[in-house]
C-alpha cells in the first residue's frame, strides 16, 4: 500500500497500458460477432446501454456515450433497421423516444456478452474478493475523475 502513496511517472504510464490492454482484449472477444452484422465498437456500446437502461432517451444516450446527436445517428439507424433495437414514443413527453432492445438485439446482445463474460468472469472468480472490490472501486473512481 506504501508504494501507492508514491506512484511514478512510470507506474502510472503502465497502469495506464494494463488499461488499454484490458479493453482491447475485452471487446476484441466479440468482435467477430460484430462484423457478420457490419457493427463496430461504437454499436456495442450503445447496444449495452440500451440493454442496462431501458426505455433510455436519445438524449440520455447521448450524454452517457458522450457523442454529438450527429455521429449517433449512423449507429442507431444502423441498429433499427437491423430490429436490433426499437424506438417506443414517452408516454408522458411525445417529442422523446425511448430506446429498447428489440427481440433480435436482446438475443443478439446475449451472444456478444457471453463471449465477453469468459474473460471477465475467469478473471474475478481467480482473484481474491477484497481485489475484486477494490478494483471496481478503483474504476469507479477513474470514471467519476476522483
Request: proline share 0%; aromatic share 0%.
Given at each position: 500500500m506504501k508504494d501507492l502513496l508514491y506512484l511514478k511517472d512510470e507506474q502510472i504510464k503502465e497502469f495506464?497500458?494494463?488499461l488499454y490492454y484490458a479493453y482491447r482484449e475485452t471487446f476484441s472477444d466479440p468482435k467477430e460477432?460484430?462484423?457478420k452484422k457490419y457493427f463496430g465498437p461504437a454499436h456495442l456500446r450503445a447496444l449495452n446501454l440500451i440493454e442496462r437502461n431501458p426505455g433510455i432517451n436519445l438524449g440520455e444516450l447521448i450524454f452517457k456515450?458522450?457523442?454529438t446527436k450527429q455521429s449517433l445517428n449512423r449507429v442507431l439507424r444502423d441498429l433499427l433497421n437491423s430490429k436490433m433495437i426499437k424506438q417506443v414514443q414517452d408516454e408522458n413527453d411525445t417529442r422523446k423516444k425511448n430506446l429498447y432492445l428489440d427481440k433480435?438485439?436482446?438475443l443478439f446482445f446475449e451472444v456478444v456478452y457471453n463471449s465477453?463474460?469468459?474473460r471477465i468472469f475467469?478473471?474475478?472468480k481467480n482473484s481474491s474478493s477484497d481485489s475484486v472490490i477494490k478494483f471496481k472501486d478503483v474504476l469507479k473512481k477513474i470514471i467519476d475523475g476522483k
Open positions: 495506464i497500458q494494463l460477432i460484430l462484423t456515450l458522450k457523442v433480435e438485439g436482446k465477453q463474460k469468459k475467469n478473471a474475478l
